[in-house]
C-alpha cells in the first residue's frame, strides 16, 4: 500500500504521476528525450541501462516496464534483457554498451566512483562524449525515478503479461501521452 | 579559464554549450575569470533533455505546495550534503 494516498489503479510511477502532474510533465519529457535514442546510442541500448539500473536499485516496476520496453526495441529478445540484468559482462551486447554499462553501474554506486579509466575505456570501444553525457544521465535519472517509485510505495502488479503489453505501446508511442497512460492501466485490471 | 578549475572528462560537453540561459551564465562568468560551477556545461550541452531537468527543478522548488521554498532548499541540500556532493 502507498504511503500517500495515491490515485488508485495506476501502477508504479504512473500513480504519483497522475497525483502531481506538475512534476510528472518534465519528468516524461526527460525519459522522451534520454530514452529515445540518437545517431550512435539506439533506443534500445538506452532502455537497457536503464533497466540495468532500475535492476541494481531493485525497483520492481521500473526494470520491468524498462525491460519490456527494451525488449520490445530488441524484436521481443526478452533474454538478452535478462542476461544484461544477471551479468553484462558476459551477455551478448556490443563492447562499447559493456563499456557504458560499467559507467552506469558507477554512477549508481555513486557520481565520484566513476574515473577517467571508465571513460578512456568506453571512447575506446567507439563511445561518443554524447553517449557516455547520456549513459550518466539516464544513470543519474534513473536512480531518482527508482527512488521516486519506491519512496513512496507504490503499487506494482507482478503480471508479466501487463508489462509485456504496456511495454510495446510505449515503445512505439514514447512518453509523452499521460493519458493513454491512464487507459493503459484501465485495459490491464 | 580559470586556473582553479580542472577540465571535464568529456571535452566535447564543455566545448560545445549550445544556446541556453546557462550558457550566457558560463560566458559572462569566464569573461570575469570566476570559478564557476561545471554543472552549467552539463545543463548547456544537450538543452533538449536537460531543460526538462530545469522545469522539474523550478517546479519541484518553487511550485505551489504547502512547504515552502526555504524548508525545500533545506531538503535538497542535506540530501546533498549526503551524497557529498558540496555544489
Redesign the interface.
Known amino acids: 500500500m502507498p504511503h500517500i494516498a495515491l490515485p488508485e489503479g495506476f501502477p508504479g510511477i504512473s500513480g504519483p504521476m497522475v497525483y502531481r502532474p ?2 510528472a ?3 516524461n ?2 525519459a522522451q ?2 530514452l529515445r535514442g540518437h545517431d550512435t546510442l539506439t533506443a534500445a541500448e538506452c532502455e537497457l541501462i536503464a533497466t540495468y539500473v532500475s535492476s541494481l536499485n531493485d525497483c520492481y516496476y521500473c526494470q520491468s516496464i524498462h525491460g519490456a520496453i527494451a525488449a520490445h526495441h530488441l524484436k521481443g529478445n526478452e533474454q538478452l534483457v535478462l542476461d544484461v540484468k544477471a551479468n553484462y559482462e558476459t551477455a551478448e551486447i556490443s563492447n562499447k554498451l559493456r563499456a557504458l554499462l560499467a559507467v552506469a553501474r558507477k554512477v549508481w554506486q ?3 566512483q ?1 574515473t ?1 579509466a571508465d ?1 578512456e575505456k568506453a571512447r575506446q570501444h567507439g563511445a ?3 553517449d ?3 549513459t550518466v ?1 539516464i544513470a543519474a535519472a534513473f536512480c531518482m525515478y527508482n527512488r521516486y517509485v519506491d519512496g513512496l510505495a507504490t503499487w506494482q502488479p507482478r503480471d508479466t503479461d501487463f508489462y509485456r503489453w504496456r511495454g510495446a505501446v510505449v515503445g512505439e508511442e514514447g512518453y509523452l501521452n499521460l493519458r493513454r497512460e491512464a487507459i493503459a492501466t484501465h485495459k490491464a485490471e | 579559464m580559470n586556473p582553479d578549475m580542472k577540465p571535464m572528462y568529456l571535452p566535447e560537453v564543455e566545448n560545445n554549450p549550445q544556446p541556453c540561459f546557462q550558457t550566457d551564465t558560463i560566458r559572462l562568468l569566464q569573461a570575469k575569470g570566476a570559478e564557476y560551477p561545471q554543472i552549467l556545461h552539463l545543463f548547456a550541452f544537450r538543452p533538449e533533455a536537460t531543460a526538462h531537468l530545469t522545469r522539474f527543478t523550478r517546479e519541484v522548488m518553487r511550485g505551489d505546495a504547502p512547504l515552502s521554498a526555504g524548508f525545500r532548499e533545506l531538503i535538497a541540500a542535506y540530501t546533498s550534503a549526503k551524497n557529498s556532493c558540496p555544489f
Open positions: 506538475e512534476t510533465k518534465p519528468l519529457e526527460l528525450a534520454l555513486g557520481g565520484k566513476v577517467p571513460i561518443t562524449d554524447l557516455i553525457h547520456d544521465l
